[in-house]
C-alpha cells in the first residue's frame, strides 16, 4: 500500500523559533497532501490543502504566515511553524493519497509531537 | 457543508466480543464516499473500511463491517470478535465524489474512543 513518511515524530524547540516538518510520500507521487492539527483525545482539524507546484489552500482561521506549507515536488511538502510559541503545541499530522486513487482514502503519516517551551 | 457525528465520546468492549460504533452524517451530495479510520496509542491513522455511498452492500474487511442506512444518514462500524489491538479512538470521515479522484478534503467526526477490556 502507499507509505507516508513523517518527520520529525517529536520536535521541542524554543519559543521565537521555527520549526520544519517533512511528508514524504515514499512508494507513490502525491499532488495533494493535507495538513491536520490534532489536540489531545479531539479530532482532526485540517489546516490546509498543500497542493504541488501552487499555493497551500488554507482553512478558515489558519494563520498563512505562522504556517508556511511548501510543496516543492510530487513527493514532498513541508509545514513550517514560524515565530512557534506555546500555544502551537500539538500534534500535526500530513496525509495524502496515490494519484486518482483520491476516493479510496488517505494514507496518514505517524504525526509530529511539537512542544513549544 | 458536510458535518459527521459520533456520539459516543468513549466505549469498552470485552475481548472476543461484538461492539457497533455510531455515525450519523448530514449531506446534499448525492455521491460521496464514507470511511472508518482507526488511530491506536501510537497515533498513526489507519484506513479501518471504506464504503461507497451509491452501493447498497455494506462493506466488510474481515471482522470489520459497516451498517451503510442512506437514507437515514448513517454509517456505524461493527467489530466483531474484540481483540486488544482493536483499542484506539475511531474516526468515522466524509468524502465528496470527486471527478478526477484526486485527494479531495474528508470531514471527520470527534471520535470515538474504543477500550478493549481482557
Known amino acids: 500500500g502507499a507509505v507516508v513518511s513523517q518527520h520529525p515524530s517529536r520536535v521541542i524547540c524554543k519559543s521565537g523559533t521555527s520549526v520544519k516538518i517533512e511528508c514524504r510520500s515514499l512508494d507513490f507521487q502525491a499532488t495533494t497532501m493535507f495538513w491536520y492539527r490534532q489536540f489531545p483525545k479531539q479530532s482532526l482539524m485540517l489546516m490546509a490543502t498543500s497542493n504541488e507546484g501552487s499555493k497551500a489552500t488554507y482553512e478558515q482561521g489558519v494563520e498563512k504566515d505562522k504556517f508556511l506549507i511548501n510543496h516543492a515536488s510530487l513527493t514532498l511538502s513541508t509545514l513550517t511553524v514560524t515565530s512557534a510559541h506555546p500555544e502551537d503545541s500539538s500534534f500535526y499530522i500530513c496525509?495524502?493519497?496515490?494519484?486518482?486513487?483520491?476516493?479510496?482514502?488517505?494514507?496518514f503519516g505517524s504525526g509530529t509531537r511539537l512542544t513549544v517551551v | 457543508a458536510q458535518t459527521v457525528t459520533q456520539s459516543q465520546p468513549e466505549m469498552s468492549v470485552q475481548e472476543a466480543e461484538t461492539v457497533t460504533l455510531s455515525c450519523t452524517y448530514d449531506?446534499?451530495?448525492?455521491?460521496?464516499?464514507l470511511f472508518w479510520y482507526k488511530q491506536p496509542p501510537s497515533r498513526q491513522m489507519i484506513l479501518v473500511i471504506r464504503q461507497e455511498a451509491y452501493k447498497q452492500q455494506n462493506a466488510t474487511e474481515n471482522r470489520f463491517s459497516v451498517n451503510f442506512q442512506k437514507a437515514a444518514k448513517s454509517f456505524s462500524l461493527k467489530i466483531s470478535d474484540s481483540q486488544l489491538g482493536d483499542t484506539a479512538m475511531y474516526f468515522c470521515a466524509f468524502m465528496k465524489q470527486r471527478r478526477y479522484t484526486n485527494a479531495g478534503k474528508s470531514t471527520f467526526g470527534d471520535g470515538t474512543t474504543l477500550t478493549v477490556k481482557p
Open positions: 496525509s495524502a493519497s496515490r494519484p486518482g486513487q483520491g476516493n479510496y482514502g488517505y494514507t
Open positions: 449531506t446534499s451530495e448525492s455521491n460521496y464516499y
